[in-house]
């Protein structure tokens, strides 16, 4: 056949193809746009029967809906309604809440027991309420419950020929199971229970189970014999190797009621470790998963049963007990993944919480048509080009295509030695430089500078104005760096590094000079010129130092010249190497005190001036076994941005402390807790303060806070917000370090603090002879504008006993005592 043919035929079944394809597409869009509708709501099936739905629980509980509705779902097709009645038993503390729900039963049954014709029982409680009063309230009724767990208890009932019904298994064993299977590695299994009916049947069918598993540990915590601090405390020291099995658990030692919210929070708070539970509810707010009852299906069975012998006559005894109940297998598909676990770890049947819709099930409906209708495009659009194409056409493509191989190989190794950006050498091509053509014995310099404050461009301007002063910045050192003979590169983000050859430089160099002078001037972004500045490190070499090492050299002293503010320049010196050194040391080991354990708080005095009375103590932050001090780990902590996560540690410790000290029966005086102006952007401190005082019982007139005036000045719209949150919840606040800032008699006046602290250097300067009349006037004037004064640093006698003739209000120094250990601080006293 000549090639001309095939070339028509291959052009006609494509373009059939295609129009038969968007013939379909059309045909299955105007078939889900017209399909069927829903069947009309059914009519109302006229009510012959009505029976009482007694269920031990309140309508709040996590399965409530699911059982109401499994009932519904039976009883209204046959014309039966149901009344229900509560029992609340969650909400029960003894025989007195046993009796009063008897005596509201009685009532309310006894003026409705003519209408009743059967009744359904939910869960172990309302099970035995019905036993022990069958006679006085359901004689000769027939009863059927669901959602018991104690089987013993239904074996008993269905003897009675009045009951049957359905025998909830105890989910846990499933649980543990699975946990045990998808999590091989954790050894240690954690039971949290109560002594309610059903936290002890969980923890006697876990235990049973875990007698066939020797290898793992065991860790049990019976809340109904620890308070919550204690449950915590032991929270807070598992292995990390745990699994926590959160049992039937609502109450604590103190018999105080938790939530399931209030648990799950609680547990999460306290420890890294996965959280299962045989019951239903809390995958959504951290609960990894578990088995637990299909309450909808065994409300629905036992409805049917119940409609059964109501309707058609069956008997009681027709029915045994039905112990092969439904269940369900949920688990959190978000945490799943934090724990390293895999759909295939889990049953076939298993459902997922928060699990993304794959692109299929999005859009499964539409799929079709839609890919019906690529392929008619294509086809179409495949037929239409046929007609255009020829044999010379082919032979232009596949020179062209040889040509873009070479070109392609050409950029990608272009592309791959510099930065997609800005078009400069990138850091693997630095560092491929140095390696090739510097000798630790060669005569150069290493430069790396960066953009002063850049990242507020980013924020203020965008990401993409960014992107355009960066463009335009390396246009200019390229430009100056192509005319002295530089290497230049981008070293990563905002930071940009040169090599210079044959010379050194200092701070002073022509180079240098020459490259702080470009970011000196001007970036025009949409008519609005914006400053920028640089910060820049210089390391020479030595004959020693290899030359990639003198990259980590000029960062040090590109570190050092941030210390010292924005737009500086420093050479690397061996000191600078020590001081980072030192530096990394300090941060290591508050880092480890942060993370282990490792922060405990001495507790200075505060005396009254005029009684020797001890009236409270101010928090002071140390590290276990270390010997930097606080002078030393409290600016680093601040620098890096781990002031909030200190500031929440002491808080907690002194709140604890303060705990322990009242649960001791020791007197207890306010402990002053100081807040860094860098927690400013801690937006939740308040609330973890407060919760904080909750779970330790502590009253919020123990706290003070200690502020100073850099809090004030920087931050007015979220300082304000703070400062009355803090008196909301009843908390005083201190003005620290009064004396050493801005400090303004006449700013007190408007300030929100209720003490005044006088700091030790105006103690030093100006209670002397011939100056003193200046502290008495600053005691006087404090006290004029309503507020107290605490005068600091006191150390000698004579200071003391000055102090007190002027009337301060209280004294804190080494002349009545230096920080104390817990133990010593509350036994603590200035007159003996």
Excluded at 24 to 51: G, H, M
Excluded at 234 to 247: G, N, Q
Excluded at 274 to 284: A, L
Excluded at 668 to 687: A, F, T
Aim: charged share 25%; proline share 3%.
């Amino acid at each position: 056949m000549p090639k001309k043919n095939i070339f028509n035929f291959l052009r006609f079944t494509i373009a059939t193809t295609g129009i038969l394809c968007l013939f379909l597409a059309l045909s299955q869009i105007t078939y889900y746009a017209v399909r069927k509708k829903p069947d009309e709501q059914k009519p109302p099936v006229p009510i012959t029967q009505n029976v009482l739905f007694l269920s031990s629980f309140d309508s709040m509980h996590a399965n409530y809906d699911e059982k109401k509705n499994g009932l519904e779902s039976v009883f209204l097709d046959n014309g039966i309604e149901f009344d229900i009645s509560f029992m609340d038993v969650k909400s029960f503390k003894g025989d007195s809440d046993v009796s009063s729900f008897y005596n509201f039963f009685e009532e309310r049954f006894n003026n409705n027991s003519a209408e009743y014709t059967g009744i359904v029982v939910s869960d172990d409680n309302a099970l035995q309420f019905a036993m022990d009063h069958q006679e006085e309230f359901f004689k000769d009724l027939p009863i059927v419950f669901f959602a018991i767990n104690n089987k013993e208890r239904a074996e008993k009932a269905v003897a009675n020929p009045y009951m049957t019904g359905v025998f909830e298994p105890d989910y846990i064993v499933d649980t543990a199971k699975t946990a045990m299977n998808s999590m091989p590695d954790r050894k240690t299994l954690v039971a949290l229970h109560d002594e309610s009916e059903a936290g002890l049947v969980d923890i006697d069918e876990f235990n049973e189970y875990m007698k066939s598993f020797p290898d793992y540990n065991v860790i049990e915590l019976n809340a109904a014999k620890l308070t919550m601090a204690e449950i915590i405390e032991k929270l807070k020291t598992l292995p990390d190797d745990s699994i926590i099995f959160f049992m039937a658990c609502y109450n604590d030692a103190t018999r105080h009621k938790y939530s399931l919210l209030d648990i799950a929070n609680i547990i999460q708070e306290n420890t890294d470790a996965p959280i299962m539970r045989n019951y239903v509810g809390g995958r959504e707010v951290g609960i990894l998963g578990g088995t637990y009852m299909n309450a909808f299906d065994q409300a629905r069975l036992a409805a049917t049963i119940l409609t059964d012998i109501l309707i058609n006559g069956a008997k009681v005894s027709d029915f045994g007990l039905y112990t092969d109940a439904a269940s369900i297998t949920c688990f959190n598909y978000g945490l799943m993944k934090r724990y390293g676990i895999s759909e295939k770890m889990l049953p076939d049947d298993t459902v997922y919480i928060n699990r993304p819709l794959s692109f299929r099930e999005t859009y499964k409906e539409i799929i079709p048509a839609v890919a019906l209708l690529m392929i008619s495009m294509l086809c179409l659009v495949s037929a239409i080009s046929f007609a255009f194409i020829n044999e010379k056409m082919h032979v232009k493509d596949l020179e062209k295509s040889k040509s873009e191989i070479e070109n392609s190989k050409f950029m990608l190794q272009y592309q791959a030695e510099h930065d997609e950006l800005l078009d400069l050498l990138n850091r693997r091509s630095i560092l491929k430089y140095m390696r090739n053509n510097l000798k630790a014995d060669h005569r150069y310099s290493v430069m790396l500078f960066d953009i002063d404050g850049f990242k507020d461009v980013n924020e203020n301007y965008g990401h993409k104005i960014g992107d355009r002063i960066l463009n335009d910045i390396a246009d200019r050192l390229k430009s100056f760096a192509d005319s002295l003979d530089l290497t230049l590169g981008r070293y990563g983000g905002d930071e940009f590094i040169v090599i210079n050859s044959g010379n050194w430089l200092n701070k002073d160099s022509e180079i240098v000079t020459g490259i702080v002078d470009i970011f000196n001037k001007p970036f025009m972004v949409e008519d609005v010129g914006i400053l920028l500045s640089t910060s820049a490190g210089i390391s020479n070499s030595d004959g020693v130092t290899e030359p990639q090492d003198h990259i980590l050299n000029a960062e040090m002293a590109l570190f050092e010249a941030k210390e010292h503010g924005k737009n500086m320049v420093c050479v690397y010196t061996d000191v600078m190497k020590q001081k980072f050194a030192e530096e990394t040391n300090v941060k290591q080991a508050f880092l480890n005190a942060l993370e282990n354990d490792g922060l405990y708080m001495k507790y200075q005095p505060k005396v009254s001036a005029q009684t020797k009375e001890v009236i409270g103590y101010e928090a002071l932050v140390r590290l276990k076994d270390s010997p930097y001090g606080p002078g030393q780990f409290i600016p680093i902590a601040e620098k890096n941005g781990w002031a909030s996560k200190l500031g929440r540690a002491t808080t907690a410790l002194v709140v604890k402390q303060l705990a322990e000290w009242k649960k001791a029966g020791k007197t207890i005086y306010p402990v002053s807790v100081n807040y860094s102006s860098r927690q400013i952007n801690d937006s939740g401190y308040v609330e973890f303060l407060e919760s904080l005082l909750k779970l330790y019982g502590v009253d919020p007139g123990y706290i003070e806070i200690e502020i100073t005036e850099s809090l004030l000045m920087e931050e007015s719209a979220t300082s304000g917000k703070l400062f009355e949150d803090f008196r909301k919840l009843g908390i005083k606040l201190l003005l620290d370090d009064f004396g050493t800032g801005y400090s303004s008699l006449a700013y007190l006046t408007y300030v929100p603090v209720d003490n005044v602290k006088l700091d030790k250097s105006l103690v030093d300067t100006y209670l002397v002879e011939g100056k003193d009349a200046f502290i008495r006037d600053v005691i006087q004037l404090v006290h004029d504008i309503g507020k107290l004064i605490t005068i600091e640093g006191v150390e000698e006698k004579w200071q003391y006993e000055k102090l007190r003739e002027f009337n301060a209000d209280a004294i804190q120094g080494y002349y009545f005592s230096k920080p104390l250990n817990p133990e010593d601080a509350i036994e603590f006293k200035a007159i003996e």
